[in-house]
């Protein structure tokens, strides 16, 4: 028996294969070499890429090396880098379009593809038709692949316009930054040859008229020999000199003097004024009304009210009384004037069986002896350093009587024990300092400071100086940081 097989015309398989691709041109002679994974995945065989970083990791390369370095790169050097960039970007984009138009040309040649492999598959039998099934299923996952590469495609494409948008407007002001330092450049030249030209025409000037500088030379030699022959006069007669001196000395002296008595005239004015307007006061302040002193108010009759059963406010009264200032927290019999009362006249005033009653100082607080020029001393270092004693904790005595270090910096405060530090705090608006405001072994000597919310101290120095002299400082560093520190609810 003789077995018949169907013949199929090679003839008629290469013509239908050049319809097909007659329109098409192929990167190579010969199909792609592909594998199919699990789930019909076409795996790509490895192949070497000898080609080297491609154009868009060049260009990304070289832009964050140019931000890198932008602070060492001249001007010019900038905006001849962006403009390098502006073009591998430009190039970039032309790439991403040819990039785009192969793909389109990809998509026709699988379609044409798998159109003919359909009409071979109607034509072929048995193992030859399972081979056309399964080049059909290679093509369309090779049009699935080939959709994913166009999305990566289509966002390569915009980040590049990105970045081409990103650098020329880089370039733009670049350049802009070129023209400016060179009309900057041009101006500085323009007056440096307008200088020139000055004191060419200057020089010029005194060659044609050497008359006029010879006469300038000779006027500057008769003023010298004037001076010295007035000088030579005064060697001469030094008894005349050091009776001006000695005179001037004597005015000076008797003008120091009247200021002194017509102060002094004007203190007992003031204070007999004030005797004449507490006649029937029942209350007088006693003290000095100087910084450093304490001063305290004790009865002036003995119809006066019990002060520990009173209500006492004290208060900073401008010296020409039309201001007054409450003195938050003193509230006791005694005050020790701080450097913010300097100028200002204390006021008290007492409340009792709901009758108030008012005592003031004489005058105006005067500032210590010799403390400007301490403070000035300490000023000039970079930091100054008191010994005190911490009196009281939040409030509450402490038991220890040892010696502490305050340190005034330019920056912070710091209160230390050797090694230990209690607190260091930076000048800010949550600090307070200012003298002590109560009742107290030494007033005069302690002062009041909060480095922050939630903790306090009140330190007592050893002299009423040095006191002052911590609180001056550091306002005055304070200020310098922009901080003015005072007391609670002071008005700064």
């Known amino acids: ?103 389109l040309e990809g998509h026709v040649l699988l379609k044409k593809l798998r159109d003919a492999l359909e009409s071979l598959r109607g034509r072929m039998a048995g193992r030859n038709k399972e081979d056309v099934e399964k080049a059909i299923s290679m093509v369309e996952a090779l049009a699935v692949k080939l959709t994913q590469k166009e999305g990566e495609l289509i966002q390569g494409k915009f980040e590049v316009k990105k970045l081409a948008n990103f650098l020329k407007q880089a370039s733009e002001d670049a350049k802009k930054l070129v023209n400016q330092e060179k009309s900057f450049a041009c101006a500085e030249i323009e007056s440096a040859r307008a200088v020139v030209q000055r004191f060419g025409e200057a020089l010029d000037e005194q060659e044609r008229n050497p008359e006029n500088s010879q006469k300038t030379q000779e006027v500057e030699e008769l ?27 004597a005015l000076r002296n008797q003008i120091r003097e009247k200021s002194i008595f017509s102060i002094k005239l004007q203190k007992e004015l003031a204070m007999n004024k004030k005797a004449e307007e507490n006649k029937y006061c029942v209350n007088a302040l006693h003290g000095s009304e100087t910084l450093g002193s304490c001063l305290r108010l004790q009865p002036f009759s003995d119809n006066a009210p019990l002060l520990s059963k009173s209500s006492i406010q004290w208060y900073r009264v401008s010296s020409d009384g039309n201001q007054r200032e409450i003195i938050s927290g003193a509230v006791k019999t005694m005050y020790a004037p701080e450097p913010f009362d300097v100028g200002r006249i204390l006021q008290a005033d007492i409340l009792s069986n709901g009758q108030k009653v008012s005592v003031t100082t004489n005058g105006p607080i005067d500032s210590a002896t010799g403390l400007g020029g301490y403070v000035e ?43 230990i530090t209690k607190s260091r705090e930076i000048y800010s608006t949550s600090m307070l300092l200012c003298g002590v405001r109560g009742d107290g072994n030494a007033p005069a000597k302690s002062l009041f400071w909060q480095p922050r919310k939630g903790l306090s101290y009140v330190l007592t120095f050893e002299s009423e100086r040095e006191r002052n002299a911590a609180i001056i400082v550091a306002r005055k560093h304070a200020f310098d940081c922009s901080v003015m520190i005072g007391g609670p609810d002071d008005e700064m």
């Open 1 to 103: 028996m003789t077995k018949i097989s169907p013949e199929i015309d090679e003839t008629m398989l290469t013509e239908s294969i050049l319809a097909v691709s007659a329109d098409v041109s192929f990167a190579s002679d010969h199909f792609p070499k592909y594998k199919l994974g699990p789930n019909t995945q076409i795996l790509e065989e490895p192949r070497g890429n000898n080609s080297g970083p491609s154009l868009k990791e060049v260009v990304e390369s070289e832009t964050t090396q140019l931000s890198e370095q932008h602070k060492r790169l001249s001007v010019r050097d900038l905006a001849s880098k962006f403009d390098k960039n502006l073009v591998a970007a430009a190039k970039l984009a032309d790439e991403a379009k040819l990039k785009e138009v192969a793909s």
């Open 223 to 249: 003023i010298e020999e004037v001076q010295e022959a007035r000088r030579i006069k005064l060697m001469h007669q030094p008894s005349k000199v050091m009776d001006m001196e000695h005179e001037l000395r």
């Open 377 to 419: 001393t300490l000023l000039r270092k970079s930091s100054c350093e008191f010994n005190v004693v911490i009196s009281q904790i939040n409030g509450q005595d402490h038991p220890s009587h040892s010696t502490h270090a305050f340190n005034v910096g330019k920056m912070r405060i710091k209160l230390c024990r050797g090694w």
